[in-house]
């Protein structure tokens, strides 16, 4: 059996209503804005008031006492980069939610699923690994919101099951 990728193509046993699949499938684009969004917020705020409940967080964890000045120079270096990466990413999120995944090709599916497993894996675990509680719950709120459109479009590819 085979399918048409237009807009038009009629719903089959084997995929799921085509209404249906937009809708998570624009759920991802969404999502992917969201890392672009989040990495700008690291990137260029993570200095401002805003970012005080990351550093409630973040900071008990490495500093007994209020962070010194060269900490802090290294810290904001560091979440400068860790931004610049996430809208990096975010990108490229966007860019295969937004046109491959659409048109339901197989390697769209697998590079967002296991692109979001490797960096959800090895981000959390070191996160734990330095008892940063917080970021392992930043990271399992982004992966829930990556992995349930993942989960309910499945189907939808050739191959799906």
């Not at 672009?36 to 900071?59: C, D, E, M, S």
């Not at 990466?85 to 937004?98: D, Y």
């Not at 917080?134 to 191959?159: C, D, E, I, Q, S």
């Amino acid at each position: 059996m085979t399918f048409q990728h237009s807009s038009s193509a009629a719903t089959t046993p084997d995929r799921p209503q085509t209404s249906r699949f937009h809708f998570w499938q624009k759920w991802l684009v969404a999502a992917s804005e969201l890392v672009i969004l989040f990495g700008l917020f690291t990137t260029f705020l993570h200095r401002t008031v805003l970012f005080a409940p990351f550093h409630a967080q973040v900071n008990p964890v490495f500093w007994d006492t209020a962070v010194s000045p060269s900490a802090l120079a290294f810290q904001g270096w560091a979440y400068s980069l860790l931004g610049a990466v996430m809208v990096g990413w975010g990108i490229c999120l966007f860019s295969l939610a937004h046109t491959p995944f659409k048109q339901r090709e197989m390697w769209a599916w697998n590079s967002l699923f296991y692109g979001l497993l490797a960096w959800y894996v090895l981000d959390t675990a070191v996160s734990l690994q330095y008892g940063v509680v917080f970021n392992a719950m930043v990271n399992t709120f982004f992966l829930v919101l990556f992995l349930v459109p993942l989960t309910f479009t499945r189907k939808a590819f050739k191959g799906g099951s």
